[in-house]
C-alpha cells in the first residue's frame, strides 16, 4: 500500500498481525492489532526489473528474519494467560494488490500468482482448476520450463524459501478493492455491459443509464449518484460498493 508522506514523499509501509486475533480486533485502530514492521523505499520509476526485485526481497529478508529461526526452531512466547509457551511461528498469508504480488511471487506480469492458467487463454480452465506453483518443484526446474509458467529465474532467493513450510504462492488472497470490485465489477463486468448496450441502443446510451442511476430512489445507506454517473473520475472503494448495490 502507496502511502505519501510529508514533503512529498511516499513509501510502502509493511504491516504485520498475528493469525489468531478476532477479524474486528485486528482492524480497530486503537486494539493495536497490525504493527508497523518497517517502510520500504519507493523505488524510482523503471529501473532494471531484476533491481526493483532484488530491493524488495532483501529488505523482506531483513524485517522478517527474526521469523527464520523462530519457525526453525521455535521461541519462548509469554502468552496472554500468563504460561509460557514454545511457538513456531508461519508466513500465514500476505495481503498485496496485483503488482506487489507479482513482485513478491516473481511470476511475470500478467500471469496468475496462484496457479498455472496461461493469461490469455483462461477459457482454457472450464470446470478444472490449474496446477497451484509450488516453490519446491520450481527450484529444480531449468529457466527454460520456468519460462513455460511465467516465473522468472534472478540470481537472488525469494526471501520466503528462508522460512519454514512457507509457499508464498498460498499465501497470497485475492484482494477485495482491487481485484473484485475495481477488477471484476468495474474493469470487466461494468465495460462489458456499457459496450453491450451501446451496441444495442446507439451511442447514447450513457445518458440513459445516467439517468436511470438518477432515478433510484432514496434509501438507507444506498447513494445517489445523481445525473454524472458516468462522469465520476475519482472513483474509491465507497463508490465501487454503491455502484454494486445499485
Ligand atoms: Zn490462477
Wanted: aromatic fraction near 10%; charge should be positive.
Amino acid at each position: 500500500m502507496l502511502s505519501t508522506l510529508s514533503g512529498d514523499k511516499s513509501a510502502w509501509p509493511v504491516y504485520m498481525s498475528v493469525g489468531n486475533l478476532a477479524k474486528e480486533k485486528r482492524r480497530a485502530v486503537k486494539s493495536n492489532g497490525l504493527i508497523l514492521l518497517g517502510i520500504l523505499p519507493k523505488i524510482p520509476k523503471n529501473p532494471a526489473r531484476e533491481t526493483t526485485r532484488r530491493t524488495f526481497h532483501e529488505a523482506i529478508r531483513q524485517m522478517l528474519r527474526p521469523f527464520e529461526s523462530s519457525g526453525r526452531e521455535g521461541v519462548d512466547i509469554v502468552c496472554a494467560d500468563g504460561y509460557t509457551r514454545k511457538i513456531f511461528s508461519r508466513i500465514a498469508t500476505w495481503i498485496a494488490d496485483y503488482p506487489e504480488m507479482v513482485t513478491l511471487t516473481l511470476v511475470k506480469s500478467m500471469w496468475c500468482p496462484r496457479c498455472k492458467c496461461i493469461p490469455d487463454n483462461l477459457s482454457a480452465l472450464t470446470g478444472t482448476p490449474s496446477t497451484p506453483r509450488d516453490p519446491v518443484r520450481y527450484a529444480q526446474m531449468s529457466v527454460e520450463e520456468l519460462e513455460a509458467v511465467g516465473q522468472w529465474r534472478f540470481d537472488f532467493d525469494n526471501f520466503a524459501v528462508h522460512h519454514a513450510h512457507c509457499n508464498i504462492y498460498h499465501a497470497i488472497n485475492p484482494d477485495r478493492l482491487h481485484q473484485l470490485l475495481k477488477g471484476v465489477l468495474k474493469d470487466h463486468t461494468w465495460k462489458w455491459v456499457c459496450a453491450y448496450l451501446t451496441q444495442e441502443h446507439g451511442p447514447h446510451v450513457m445518458e440513459r443509464i445516467d439517468q436511470r442511476f438518477a432515478e433510484i430512489p432514496p434509501f438507507s445507506d444506498l447513494k445517489n449518484f445523481g445525473h454524472k454517473f458516468s462522469q465520476i473520475s475519482q472513483w474509491t472503494g465507497a463508490e465501487y460498493k454503491h455502484m454494486l448495490k445499485v
